[in-house]
């Protein structure tokens, strides 16, 4: 009886592993054939250095420049904002924060991740950009900078997190030799 449940429970497990690689090379094929299908239509050039979306309009373009170079430029912002912030609280929980506060503030950090983004957009929308608006008054009410640096905002819990979570796991006899040789706390964190 044990051996034929054994049985029934590892079909039953391969079946679920089949399945699960068949639909996602069932997703591979329909992308890749519907993106042959596309690129007969629009040369792949067009593609990626026309600076017009327009596919539903009846001169049809379908460049996608402007969404790349956006997406890139709003990227650099919310690293710009997110890695020295980030940097920083993980150092600070790491090398010199007690360790009921750190117990007490990780959790909290790890907390801010899981805030929905609609809500981020919304903080974006309603108190960023009018912020920013004070300073540039000619900036739009959809702008690159109120979006990344509200994604570096967003980042922020993940960077601190895991940086906090690689500076933890040095041995502790790599830091004592760094701090034998004479490094502060914060040239051991940079450097070992």
Same mark, same amino acid.
């Given at each position: 009886?044990?051996?034929?449940?054994?049985?029934? /429970?590892?079909?039953?497990? @391969?079946?679920?592993?089949?399945? $699960? /690689?068949?639909? $996602?090379?069932?997703?591979?094929?329909?992308?890749?054939?519907?993106? +042959? *299908?596309?690129?007969?239509?629009?040369?792949?050039?067009?593609?990626? %250095?026309?600076? #017009?979306? $327009?596919?539903? +309009?009846?001169?049809?373009?379908?460049?996608?420049?402007?969404?790349?170079?956006?997406?890139? !430029?709003? %990227?650099?912002?919310?690293?710009?904002?997110?890695?020295?912030?980030?940097? *920083?609280? =993980?150092?600070?929980?790491? #090398?010199?924060?007690?360790?009921?506060?750190?117990? $007490?503030?990780?959790? !909290? @950090?790890? !907390? !801010?991740?899981?805030?929905?983004?609609?809500?981020?957009?919304?903080?974006?929308?309603?108190?960023?950009?009018? +912020? &920013?608006?004070?300073?540039?008054?000619? @900036? =739009?009410?959809?702008?690159? &900078?109120?979006?990344?640096?509200?994604?570096?905002?967003?980042? /922020?819990?993940?960077? *601190? *997190?895991? =940086?906090?979570?690689?500076?933890?796991?040095?041995?502790?006899?790599?830091?004592?030799?760094?701090?034998?040789?004479?490094? %502060?706390?914060?040239? %051991?964190?940079?450097?070992?």
């Amino acid at each position: 009886m044990r051996k034929i449940r054994e049985f029934v /429970i590892e079909k039953s497990l @391969l079946s679920s592993a089949l399945v $699960t /690689i068949a639909v $996602t090379v069932g997703i591979i094929l329909v992308l890749a054939i519907e993106a +042959f *299908s596309f690129f007969k239509e629009v040369s792949i050039f067009d593609f990626f %250095t026309d600076t #017009e979306w $327009t596919p539903l +309009f009846t001169k049809k373009h379908y460049g996608i420049l402007p969404l790349l170079s956006g997406t890139l !430029l709003t %990227t650099f912002i919310a690293i710009s904002v997110a890695l020295p912030i980030g940097l *920083s609280i =993980s150092i600070y929980l790491s #090398e010199y924060a007690p360790r009921s506060f750190r117990k $007490t503030i990780k959790p !909290l @950090l790890e !907390l !801010l991740a899981a805030v929905p983004t609609v809500v981020y957009g919304f903080f974006a929308l309603v108190v960023v950009t009018p +912020f &920013l608006q004070q300073f540039m008054p000619n @900036l =739009s009410g959809f702008n690159s &900078l109120s979006a990344g640096i509200v994604m570096g905002i967003m980042i /922020i819990p993940f960077v *601190s *997190s895991l =940086s906090e979570d690689a500076l933890f796991a040095v041995p502790k006899s790599l830091r004592e030799a760094s701090y034998g040789m004479g490094a %502060t706390r914060l040239q %051991t964190a940079f450097k070992v």
